[in-house]
Antibody
Framework: EVQLVESGGGLVQPGGSLRLSCAAS????????MSWVRQAPGKGLDWVAI????????YSADSVKGRFTISRDNAKNSLYLQMNSLRVEDTAVYYC???????WGQGTLVTVSS | QAVVTQEPSLTVSPGGTVTLTCGSS?????????PYWFQQKPGQAPRTLIY???NKHSWTPARFSGSLLGGKAALTLSGAQPEDEAEYYC??????????FGGGTKLTVL
């Protein structure tokens, strides 16, 4: 059974940092593109970043470029999102997505507020 | 910055057929943009219905199908059921380095 389990969300002040993790199982993680997608309260889906199978660098949306960094550890079947210089508008549920045909985790809530 | 467009809302009768479309501001949508279709119900995480234009997951009901139609990606629902009422999102790749979601289509089965 494929599982994607996100962790690391929480409440952080503007300008602060958080690191999200996604533990993958049930598929060959190292062979899959992986992505982070977010959804602000009451809004649509918003692509954040994506990383290819064996690459150390990924690609990110203009809205987070220079602040967020996607990475992966294929030995640990894990995906990460380092989020720096957080803004109020980054408040959202963050989903890990990927694997063959696109599986989704249940999401982790990030709230940026003073 | 590419913009992906979807119908904001559509209504279909139970047992009826409806087609949701996904267009790109950069021109015709191609299979090389690996169109995805996701379904999201209130309070739930999205789930993938269609990937790479027309491929289905094991959980995708047979009444859903994906295609390219008139320069757009399309999701066709044939024989709508009440449980198909949901928000539907498409997702397109731009050169594999940028991915853009459409704004979503709220589908009502009524």
């Amino acid at each position: 059974e494929v599982q994607l389990v996100e962790s690391g969300g929480g409440l952080v002040q503007p300008g602060g940092s958080l690191r999200l993790s996604c533990a993958a199982s049930g598929f060959t993680f190292s062979s899959s593109w992986m992505s982070w997608v977010r959804q602000a309260p009451g809004k649509g889906l918003d692509w954040v970043a994506i990383i290819k199978q064996h690459e150390s660098e990924g690609y990110s949306a203009d809205s987070v470029k220079g602040r967020f960094t996607i990475s992966r550890d294929n030995a640990k079947n894990s995906l990460y999102l380092q989020m720096n210089s957080l803004r109020v508008e980054d408040t959202a549920v963050y989903y890990c997505a990927g694997g063959p045909g696109g599986y989704w985790g249940q999401g982790t809530l990030v709230t940026v507020s003073s | 910055q590419a913009v992906v467009t979807q119908e904001p809302s559509l209504t279909v009768s139970p047992g009826g057929t409806v087609t949701l479309t996904c267009g790109s501001s950069t021109g015709a949508v191609t299979s090389g943009q690996w169109p995805y279709w996701f379904q999201q119900k209130p309070g739930q995480a999205p789930r993938t219905l269609i990937y790479d234009t027309s491929n289905k997951h094991s959980w995708t009901p047979a009444r859903f199908s994906g295609s390219l139609l008139g320069g757009k990606a399309a999701l066709t629902l044939s024989g709508a059921q009440p449980e198909d009422e949901a928000e539907y999102y498409c997702w397109l790749s731009y050169s594999g380095t940028k991915w853009v979601f459409g704004g979503g289509t709220k589908l009502t089965v009524l």
